[in-house]
């Protein structure tokens, strides 16, 4: 998928993830492929998505977490405990089963488990939901999927 100048084979940059350490990947929680933009696409301006359009999610969710851990000495997602975060009350049956799913088949640890579920949990608060869907876990698990594959 790369486009570069990068005179790299796909085994050479494989052989190069491969060097890093299993717990130092467990630590990486989003990684997302930029691919190169070309120059004729440069020209084009499509409208994006604004800045405070995107700040004023962000903070929504910040306020949903803040206000579900009103009453713990923590106030958002990055901070909670894992035991909080699997609680029944916060996730649909299908996301644990996919959950559980992804864990296994791509060989997980018990920390990735944790830290798939907290990207998947602030995921849910971006898109102003209660529970952590199935579609929220899928999310999650595609930003750190390049390091999954690569590391092996």
Do not use: W
Not at 44 to 64: D, F, G, K, L
Not at 76 to 81: E, I, R, S, T
Request: proline share 4%; hydrophobic share 40%; net charge positive.
């Amino acid at each position: 998928m790369r486009q570069s100048d990068c005179r790299c084979d796909d085994a050479t940059v494989a052989r190069y993830f491969a060097k890093l350490s299993g717990p130092l990947l467990d630590r990486i929680d989003l990684t997302i492929e930029v691919a190169r933009v070309e120059i004729h696409e440069l020209a084009h301006t499509a409208p994006a998505e604004s800045s405070s359009v995107i700040r004023a999610r962000v903070e929504a969710a910040r306020a949903i977490q803040q206000h579900r851990y009103r009453n713990e000495p923590f106030a958002l997602n990055a901070h909670a405990p894992a035991k909080m975060l699997r609680h029944p009350s916060l996730m649909q049956a299908e996301s644990l089963q996919l959950l559980l799913q992804i864990t296994e088949t791509a060989r997980l640890s018990a920390r990735s488990f944790d830290r798939l579920l907290r990207v998947a949990r602030t995921i849910a608060d971006l898109g102003s939901r209660t529970h952590v869907t199935p579609d929220d876990i899928a999310e999650a698990f595609t930003y750190r999927q390049r390091l999954d594959v690569t590391a092996r």
